[in-house]
């Protein structure tokens, strides 16, 4: 079955760059009936969806409009995983990272598959 | 953004209740609504798709309805393992989710 895991560090300081790893097995990253997700869980934002990226023939990325200048997706087909990168961070993108597969059943999507989720402190 | 409304926030009841969680958009979505369950500590779970559809493995008490604007998700009898936070999810545009119903033992 499909499954994905999270790598990356829980700990990093205010203006560094955030970075995970979601791992896939069971799929591929280059999957044209799938799109590959970061969301993130806090007591104070819920769950926000932050981007995403997909290959239709070419590969694209989506991202949320409040993180779209610090943050970049990329897909790696070589690891088949795909990354998170997300700059400038502070105390407020302390979070819960997952990663998640968004499958398509006719011409509607959702998450159906999740990572095990990584939960990231910003802090000095 | 499409803003999403979940109603109550939070609700107790008893085992073999029927229960019904509600979800407004701020702005027609069609069917594109998902919903999850979500346990402490864990990944969220989708329950349904397409605002009605149940995803495979999900057992046949839950269930979905609405379109547009509204969406409801119903729990025919409540189950000890159904005690959990459940958020629906737009996927008209962008993608965004409601607050949460955090569904409490009575």
């Known amino acids: 079955q499909v499954q994905l895991q999270q790598s990356g560090p829980g700990l990093v300081k205010p203006s560094q760059t955030l970075s995970l790893t979601c791992a896939i097995s069971g799929d591929s990253v280059s999957s044209n009936s799938a799109a590959w997700n970061w969301i993130r869980q806090s007591p104070s934002r819920g769950l926000e969806w932050l981007g995403r990226?997909?290959?239709?023939?070419?590969?694209?990325?989506d991202y949320a409009v409040s993180v779209k200048s610090r943050i970049t997706i990329n897909p790696d087909t070589s690891k088949n995983q795909f990354s998170l990168q997300l700059n400038s961070v502070t105390p407020e993108d302390t979070a819960v990272y997952y990663c998640?597969?968004?499958?398509?059943?006719?011409?509607?999507?959702?998450?159906?598959?999740w990572g095990q989720g990584t939960m990231v402190t910003v802090s000095s | 953004d499409i803003q999403m409304t979940q109603s109550p926030s939070s609700l107790s009841a008893s085992v073999g209740d029927r229960v019904t969680i509600t979800c407004r958009a701020s702005?027609?979505?069609?069917?594109?609504l998902n919903w999850y369950q979500q346990k402490p500590g864990k990944a969220p779970k989708l329950l349904i798709y397409?605002?009605?559809s149940l995803q495979s493995g999900v057992p046949s008490r839950f269930s979905g309805s609405g379109s547009g604007t509204d969406f409801t998700l119903t729990i025919s009898s409540l189950q000890p393992e159904d005690f959990a936070t459940y958020y629906c999810?737009?996927?008209?545009?962008?993608?965004?989710f409601g607050g949460g119903t955090k569904v409490e033992i009575k």
């Open positions: 999810q737009q996927s008209y545009r962008a993608l965004t």
């Open positions: 998640a597969r968004e499958g398509y059943k006719r011409i509607y999507d959702a998450f159906d598959i």
């Open positions: 397409a605002a009605s």
């Open positions: 990226t997909y290959y239709r023939s070419k590969w694209y990325n």
């Open positions: 702005q027609s979505i069609s069917s594109y």
